[in-house]
Every structure is written in structure tokens, then in C-alpha cells.
């Protein structure tokens, strides 16, 4: 059985803006990093849903 791969922080955030940007289907982008479906689109929820409190003011004291 082939061993799962990790992907940290720096490999999801262009996948997931690619996906959300929407100029690439889910399955395009799939085939180009070789990845499951549902992990396109579980990463593209979670950065949809965590982007208010990035862009949030709390945030500006961070920067």
C-alpha cells in the first residue's frame, strides 16, 4: 500500500487559490499535482472559511 503523502501550508495555499479563483476545474487541478478530489475541495472550504479572520483587523497588529 503506497504511504500517504504530507502536504504542509506552503503546498495548499496555491491549490486551494487556484481552486477558488476558479480558471482551473477541481479535476484539472487534480491531474497537475496529483492529488485526491475531495482534497481540493476540503482545502478550498477551509480557506474560504478562515479567510474573514485572516483579513480581519485583529490580524494588522500581527503584521
Known sequence: MAQRGHH????????AIEAIAGHTTV????RA?????????????????HLPEVLSDRWRAVI
Open 27 to 30: 479535476n484539472e487541478i487534480v
Open 33 to 49: 499535482y496529483e492529488i485526491r478530489s475531495l482534497q481540493t475541495v476540503e482545502w478550498k472550504s477551509q480557506t474560504l472559511a
Open 8 to 15: 504542509g501550508g506552503a503546498a495548499r495555499a496555491p491549490l
